[in-house]
C-alpha cells in the first residue's frame, strides 16, 4: 500500500520541467478534444487552425500556473522559462517530424507563448497554499 501511495505522489521538484509537462498533458488532452470535435462534426482541418492556437494557449497557460505554483516566487520569469521551453519543444517538433520550415514568424510564437506562460506564473504563485 505503501509503494502505491508513494507512486502516485511523485511530483518533479523543477518548476520549469513541471510546468512543461503539464503542458504537455493539456496539450495532449486538447489535441483530443480536437480530434473528437474533427472526427464527429463537418469540420475540416484547415478550419482547426485557430482552434489550435487556443489549445496550445490554454495549455502554455495552465504550465506557466504550475510552475508559478511550484516555484513559489519569481512566477514571471519561470512561467516565461516554461512558456519559451514550450514553444522551442513544439516548433522542433514540427520542423523534425513534419518537415515544416523555419520562418520569421517562429521567434513570434516563441516570444507570445513566454508571455502566456509568463502570465499563468504571475497567477500561479499567488494561488500557492500559505
Known amino acids: 500500500m505503501y509503494l502505491i501511495r508513494r507512486l502516485f505522489s511523485w511530483k518533479i521538484s523543477n518548476p520549469v520541467l513541471s510546468g512543461v509537462c503539464r503542458s504537455f498533458l493539456w496539450m495532449l488532452l486538447g489535441a483530443f478534444v480536437l480530434s473528437l470535435l474533427l472526427w464527429g462534426s463537418g469540420l475540416q482541418e484547415r478550419d482547426l487552425t485557430m ?60 516570444v507570445a507563448a513566454a508571455c502566456i506562460g509568463a502570465l499563468g506564473g504571475m497567477f500561479g504563485v499567488n494561488l500557492q497554499k500559505s
Open 51 to 110: 482552434y489550435t492556437y487556443i489549445v496550445h494557449g490554454v495549455a502554455v497557460l495552465l504550465g506557466g500556473l504550475t510552475a508559478g505554483q511550484r516555484a513559489g516566487r519569481k512566477g514571471w520569469y519561470q512561467g516565461s522559462l516554461t512558456g519559451g521551453f514550450y514553444g522551442i519543444i513544439i516548433l522542433l517538433v514540427g520542423f523534425l517530424a513534419l518537415d515544416s520550415a523555419m520562418a520569421g514568424t517562429d521567434f513570434l510564437w516563441i
